[in-house]
């Protein structure tokens, strides 16, 4: 586990060192190179963006966005190349289509679930709660009746 930590922070270290290394012209694009390997996300790894990883595809993701944001191209413009050359997964926020519409939907539907669930069985404890007390209150309703029958058959 340990060495697992190290390799991580060399890992860490050695990435932001590459990054320091290059030559920027502004720190509005090393704002922005930074940004944009934080926001895309490696193809390879899929939970990884292409800051943290060391896949090939990652490599050169990074390397296009560099030089993408070095030609001044901006934020959008470099989202779209990516976009049209590894698809909509290849950023964190995928937009919203046919095709990604359950990824938008499925955790309102889930949470909708949930709360129906959660509602089907407190509805289900309160009425076996009902029929609980209405067992318990039957025998004592038979004692009573029966207290009666007798008193009314002494009276006749």
């Not at 896949?55 to 779209?80: I, P």
């Not at 359950?102 to 909708?112: G, Q, V």
């Not at 069985?121 to 004592?140: D, K, L, N, W, Y």
Request: aromatic fraction near 8%; hydrophobic fraction near 40%; include cysteine.
């Amino acid at each position: 586990m340990k060495a697992f930590f190290l390799s991580l922070l060399l890992f860490t270290a050695t990435t932001q060192a590459s990054q320091a290394l290059i030559e920027f012209q502004s720190p509005e694009q090393q704002a922005l190179f930074k940004e944009l390997t934080q926001e895309l996300r490696c193809p390879k790894c899929q939970n990884q963006n292409i800051a943290d990883s060391n896949a090939v595809v990652a490599v050169d993701m990074r390397n296009k966005t560099l030089e993408l944001v070095q030609q001044g191209q901006d934020k959008d413009q470099v989202l779209d190349y990516m976009k049209s050359r590894y698809g909509d997964f290849v950023h964190y926020q995928p937009p919203l289509n046919k095709f990604t519409l359950i990824l938008w939907l499925l955790p309102a539907l889930m949470a909708f679930g949930l709360v129906l669930v959660l509602l089907l069985r407190r509805r289900a404890e309160r009425s076996g709660a009902v029929t609980e007390s209405a067992e318990q209150a039957t025998p004592q309703l038979e004692q009573q009746l029966d207290q009666l029958i007798e008193q009314y058959r002494r009276k006749s």
